[in-house]
């Protein structure tokens, strides 16, 4: 059953309007209308028969949008940046709705990353209980043996006193120099496949999320976006 009722800072960021810290000061610095009226207060209960503006503009029920990115290194994955580096929220600009991202990739890490303005949708991806596979691309320096393979795949100290889980290794292909294999984890630590490589003794040398459950990159190019539809957010959790 739909709550009849919500706090004004819920209403305006389940209509996709901003976070709900960000809600929170708008609404604070009396931007905001409940009946003609303006209210300062964040917590003021909005029933559903009540109307209400944002700068003058009504405030809609919001729509849900979920978006899968394919972030370029050189891209930060926050909102902004000390160093005045580019975000993934710059490739995003034309979509017209706040969104915030389902986790994160390294300023070098390139590939799948979820956008999204449901939050329940984030968490649920996000939570450790959900054992969301997530599968990168990764290319090293040097041979990686079967045994190091095995160690990758058993779990391992990486530092910091954190260990890796359970993953699983796809090797793809080596030369004398450089090994390519697809390396799926479960779970999200700092810098996990970097620490892990790091770890056999295998600095990476690129790195690119290319699956996450059983939802694959694809085809999105480089610095692009699409759209997903409720069959995409099932294979993003791990349902065929
Ligand atoms: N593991 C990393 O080391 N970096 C990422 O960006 C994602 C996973």
Redesign the pocket.
């Known amino acids: 059953m739909k709550k009849a009722r919500a706090t004004l800072d819920r209403v305006l960021s389940k209509a996709g309007i901003a976070s709900r810290t960000t809600t929170r000061e708008w609404i604070q610095q009396g931007r905001v209308k409940v009946n003609g009226r303006v209210v300062k207060n964040p917590d003021f209960w909005v029933e559903q028969k009540d109307t209400v503006h944002f700068d003058g503009a009504k405030v809609k029920a919001g729509k849900k949008v979920y978006i899968a990115l394919n972030k370029p290194t050189g891209f930060v994955?926050s909102t902004q940046d000390k160093k005045n580096r580019p975000t993934v929220f710059d490739l995003v600009q034309d979509l017209g709705r706040w969104v915030f991202a389902v986790?994160?990739?390294?300023?070098?890490?390139s590939g799948l990353l979820i956008l999204t303005n449901d939050t329940e949708f984030g968490e649920l991806l996000l939570q450790p209980e959900s054992k969301v596979p997530?599968t990168?691309y990764v290319k090293v320096s040097g041979v990686v043996t079967g045994e190091q393979c095995t160690q990758l795949e058993s779990g391992l100290d990486i530092g910091r006193g954190e260990r890796s889980g359970k993953a699983v290794v796809k090797p793809v292909r080596a030369t004398e120099k450089y090994s390519w294999f697809e390396l799926t984890?479960t779970e999200?630590?700092?810098?996990?496949?970097?620490?892990?490589?790091e770890a056999i003794g295998h600095p990476?040398l690129k790195?690119v999320?290319i699956r996450i459950g059983h939802f694959e990159l694809g085809d999105i190019p480089s610095g692009k976006y699409r759209k997903l539809e409720p069959r995409d957010l099932s294979r993003l959790l791990g349902r065929k």
């Open positions: 994955t986790g994160r990739l390294d300023l070098d890490t997530k990168y984890i999200g630590k700092n810098r996990q496949v970097r620490r892990m490589c990476v790195l999320r």
